[in-house]
DNA sequence: ATATAAATGCAAATTATTTGCAAATTAATT
DNA sequence: AATTAATTTGCAAATAATTTGCATTTATAT
């Protein structure tokens, strides 16, 4: 349930933020703001959008990536914990299974940083463009 | 020699590109546009650094980042491949040598995609900031 | 040398993201 | 349950990074 997510990081139950996790849980994708805002049912502002899905990332509950297109990608971490490959050149996107190693215990005791989240994407040419 | 790294890469070689790599490398740190402007002793309009910038990364030259604080970061891709670590309150960073295997064949048999480039960022709680 | 293609500067536009503040909602306390 | 304290939300406006069109200059290819 979304509630025990949410309350779990510490934060307010909210029906807004319900609402949003819903909406991201059903997009099953990465998704910018407007898409999101598309998914719901709910209207939210999109200032209280942008507040709470910070929180919910640093909270390591939504991941939020980077694909070099100007706008910031959220999507829920859910079980199946993945990254992104990009096309360049279309911006062609698909899912790929890799990762770097999740156990972040070297970095953590070499730095000194407590890890909550990452991001990790990989950029090059599809198949289309490549030719 | 700047010459041949961008020559390798099919593009023109421009007094320009070659200061902005010069100021890149000087820099030895992820910079913005407005670090990278300063470092320079040459001027350079901005669009036109945010043009050649883009071109360099794809090539695979340079590295650019997002540490979620909304500008983008570039730093030379030299022989010392590494990322970062952030802290998401006080955005203080350090350098660490963990990468993914860079390998990518599998990903890039998988999905069809030629990999040029990736980001690779951790983000968490620096020592002051988590207690 | 000449022609073609690519890169640059300028100025203006676009648009994602942030901020301040008052009202509303949630959490904590008695 | 009722009250207080803390957090969240919406609204409107501001901020600032990045992009775009076009004319000119510079680099590459013939």
Same mark, same amino acid.
């Given at each position: @349930?979304?509630?025990?997510?949410i309350?779990?990081?510490? &934060?307010? =139950?909210?029906?807004?933020r =319900?609402? &949003?996790?819903?909406?991201?849980?059903k997009a099953?994708r990465?998704v910018? #703001?407007?898409? !999101?805002?598309?998914q @719901?049912?709910?209207? $939210?502002?999109?200032s209280? @959008?942008?507040?709470? !899905? /910070? /929180? !919910?990332?640093?909270?390591? #509950?939504v991941?939020q990536t980077?694909?070099?297109?100007?706008?910031?990608y +959220?999507? !829920?971490?859910?079980?199946?914990h993945?990254?992104?490959?990009?096309?360049?050149?279309c911006?062609?996107r698909?899912?790929?299974? $890799?990762?770097?190693? /999740?156990?972040?215990?070297?970095v953590?005791k070499?730095?000194?940083?407590?890890?909550t989240n990452? #991001? +990790?994407?990989l950029?090059?040419?599809?198949?289309?463009?490549?030719?």
């Amino acid at each position: @349930m979304y509630r025990d997510i949410i309350k779990k990081s510490g &934060l307010s =139950i909210t029906t807004k933020r =319900i609402a &949003l996790l819903s909406a991201l849980d059903k997009a099953q994708r990465p998704v910018t #703001i407007d898409e !999101l805002r598309n998914q @719901m049912t709910d209207t $939210m502002d999109t200032s209280t @959008m942008y507040r709470s !899905l /910070k /929180k !919910l990332v640093d909270a390591g #509950i939504v991941y939020q990536t980077d694909f070099r297109d100007g706008v910031s990608y +959220f999507e !829920l971490q859910g079980d199946n914990h993945h990254h992104h490959v990009v096309c360049t050149e279309c911006k062609s996107r698909k899912s790929i299974d $890799m990762c770097v190693n /999740k156990n972040f215990n070297k970095v953590e005791k070499d730095t000194g940083y407590t890890i909550t989240n990452h #991001i +990790f994407e990989l950029f090059g040419l599809c198949e289309n463009c490549s030719s």
